[in-house]
């Protein structure tokens, strides 16, 4: 009989993350709670005041695992820079893979790039190709800013957090709470048969209505991400380029 190999050790907790195991495990004592409710409280002003400023955003997700030299990589490298050559901030979760592509895009094309990471076990780096790094403990907190600053969503292939991301925001599209927001999904091949069950299995059993399937657009190009997301800032969302156009265009206002 051989002997089996040691499990893997547990990935050591992220800073602060006892606090939310305990936080997330029913009530507590009332002061626990209200230094929660502060906390998190704290955590919007830092996000507000640290992105306030950065301009016009279209946020990029993907997976971290890609790495320079992928298919994948390459097409959030591309698509970063067609997103700041037509004028928008370029905003990731500031860590490797996709999101490093796009920033990187962004950079080589002259634009800004932001990085928006979260507390996790493993702590995440920052890639170098970020004008500014903001990191958060509260994935909700980091949805919210993401949505608040961010003009359209562009989703490369990715895994568990990328799919949090598509569903909860195709959810807000479809309850209106974020109108004529574009989602784009890049890398047709990776998507494709998500779309189908969506269109196949929930549209049929009334889950979901075939205009929910339409919230979505599937595509491998990145100047048609970026024309998607320009058409909506400009004619959705009221956003105007700036008088005289200067080589790298910012939408909305000089920053």
């Not at 704290?42 to 996000?47: R, S």
């Not at 959705?236 to 156009?245: E, I, N």
Request: with cysteine; hydrophobic share 40%.
């Amino acid at each position: 009989m051989q002997e089996q190999p040691p499990p893997d050790p547990k990935p050591p907790l992220a800073p602060g993350a006892r606090k939310e195991h305990l936080f997330l495990q029913g009530p507590k004592s009332r002061l626990f709670e209200l230094s929660r409710a502060l906390r998190i409280f704290v955590e919007f002003i830092h996000g507000f005041r640290a992105l306030h400023f950065v301009g016009p955003c279209v946020t990029v997700f993907g997976s971290a695992r890609f790495h320079e030299g992928h298919a994948y990589y390459e097409m959030g490298r591309a698509v970063g820079g067609r997103l700041a050559d037509v004028g928008f901030t370029v905003m990731t979760g500031g860590g490797p893979g996709i999101m490093e592509a796009a920033n990187r895009g962004a950079r080589e094309a002259g634009g800004r790039s932001i990085g928006c990471n979260i507390e996790l076990p493993r702590e995440q780096k920052p890639n170098r190709y970020l004008d500014r790094f903001v990191t958060f403990r509260y994935f909700f907190v980091r949805k919210v800013m993401l949505v608040k600053y961010s003009y359209a969503f562009v989703a490369l292939p990715g895994g568990f957090g990328t799919l949090d991301e598509i569903f909860e925001t195709a959810t807000l599209i479809q309850t209106r709470k974020i109108p004529h927001f574009p989602l784009v999904l890049m890398g047709v091949d990776y998507w494709k048969p998500l779309l189908e069950e969506l269109r196949d299995r929930m549209v049929p059993l009334g889950t979901i209505d075939a205009a929910d399937v339409d919230l979505i657009t599937l595509t491998d190009s990145p100047e048609e991400a970026a024309r998607i997301a320009r058409d909506a800032a400009l004619r959705r969302f009221g956003l105007t380029y700036v008088t005289p156009v200067p080589p790298r265009r910012w939408l909305g206002e000089t920053v």
